[in-house]
């Protein structure tokens, strides 16, 4: 399976993965692109079934993370830094755990080591299945923003929720099901990174109770608590980039 990705920024510099939420493509951190380009290559991909990246199978949490190292072989990128959000969090919690020696650390975002419930992902990759992405596009306001957000940003609200309509129903359920599954609660004490978790004080799924859990876990870790709900990066972009370069440049 071919990920599409986009590695952009001055050559010889160090690499910044980052990795989309579920139902975005890597177009969702463009509000972080101008702050990393200017002293880190950026390398963005769209996640398994999303976007450009076109695929039906069924994934779980390992194969999301293998599909990154997967992107960072075929882009020529032996070490970076990670960032993801949501799912793409988990999926650097994993890597964090199993897969270190390629990471230089890994950034956490609006995530949790299990996310949700098993029962309400398999319902949710049902309704996809079963009606389309619509629904999962009316409702997603709520669950991404705060309600000033989207009432003063509607544009941007409204793009985001134009490409998960456009998500492919399969893609975006097999991604479910990889969430529904997906544990770390018991591993990620092992993790010897340096990590930051990054939360947003509004965020109806992803607590910031859940990366205080996180950071408890993790020994010389790092928590910022953002005034956001779910996509962080989005609802409070000059905050995130402050926190994430602060991070990533005094790790270098």
């Known amino acids: 399976m071919s990920h599409y990705y986009q590695l952009e920024g001055p050559s ?17 951190w ?11 290559r950026v390398l963005r ?8 990246t076109l695929n039906n199978e069924k994934t779980t ?15 020529g990128v032996r070490q970076a830094h990670f ?20 990471f230089l650390s890994v950034t956490v975002a609006n995530s949790a080591a299990k996310i949700g419930e098993q029962s309400g992902w398999l319902e949710r990759a ?19 923003f705060t309600d000033g957000f989207v009432k003063h940003h509607s544009a941007q609200v409204e793009a985001l929720c134009s490409t998960l309509a456009q998500i492919n129903p399969e893609g975006y359920a097999s991604c479910c099901e990889a969430l529904a599954a997906a ?23 992803c607590s910031v109770a859940d990366s205080e859990f996180m950071q408890k876990q993790i020994s010389h870790s790092h928590l910022v608590t953002l005034k956001a709900s779910h996509l962080s990066s989005i609802e409070d972009a000059h905050a995130f980039n402050v926190a994430l370069l602060n991070f ?3 790790d270098d």
């Open 126 to 144: 049902r309704t996809v299945r079963h009606e389309g992405m619509e629904a999962i596009a009316k409702s997603a306001p709520s669950r991404w």
């Open 61 to 75: 949490l390992p194969q999301l993370a293998e599909d990154v190292l997967s992107v960072m072989d075929d882009a």
């Open 183 to 205: 544990d770390l609660r018991g591993e990620i004490g092992s993790i010897t990174l340096p990590m930051l978790f990054i939360a947003g004080v509004d965020d109806p799924v």
């Open 12 to 28: 010889g510099a160090p690499v910044v993965v980052l990795s989309n939420s579920l139902g975005t493509t890597f177009e969702m």
């Open 30 to 40: 463009q509000p972080q692109m101008a702050a990393l380009l200017e002293n880190f």
């Open 248 to 250: 990533i440049q005094q």
């Open 83 to 102: 960032c993801g959000i949501s799912m793409g969090g988990l999926t650097g919690l994993w890597l964090a755990r199993f897969a270190p020696e390629r």
């Open 45 to 52: 991909y769209d996640t398994h079934g999303h976007g450009r």
